[in-house]
């Protein structure tokens, strides 16, 4: 749509080949983490840092930047990582 940003239905759809992609990792922790994750709770919880339901491509790249610390695994019910930052 030429918007900018993607909607949640694309994050969902990125994050998920995504996964799919690094799960084919040699590394044992890498392919933990894809498999462990969940796009739904990913894209609302990380990706969509202001809550408008878009990511943003600034959004994208600050969790780009730290994707260690923006995982939302299955079963996740709450995250502190969800805390906007301003900088």
């Given at each position: 749509?030429?918007?900018?940003?993607?909607?949640?239905k694309e994050a969902v759809a990125f994050f998920n080949d995504l996964k799919?992609?690094?799960?084919?990792?040699?590394?044992?922790?890498?392919?933990?983490?894809?498999?462990?994750?969940?796009?739904?709770?990913?894209?609302?919880?990380?990706?969509?840092?202001?809550?408008?339901?878009?990511?943003?491509?600034?959004?994208?790249?600050?969790?780009?930047?730290?994707?260690?610390?923006?995982?939302?695994?299955?079963?996740?019910?709450?995250?502190?990582?969800?805390?906007?930052?301003?900088?």
């Amino acid at each position: 749509d030429k918007s900018g940003a993607l909607d949640r239905k694309e994050a969902v759809a990125f994050f998920n080949d995504l996964k799919k992609v690094l799960a084919k990792s040699t590394d044992a922790d890498v392919k933990k983490q894809a498999d462990e994750a969940n796009a739904e709770d990913w894209a609302r919880k990380f990706a969509d840092a202001d809550g408008d339901g878009k990511l943003t491509y600034k959004e994208f790249q600050r969790w780009a930047e730290a994707p260690g610390e923006h995982v939302a695994k299955k079963g996740d019910s709450h995250n502190d990582n969800n805390k906007k930052d301003d900088h």
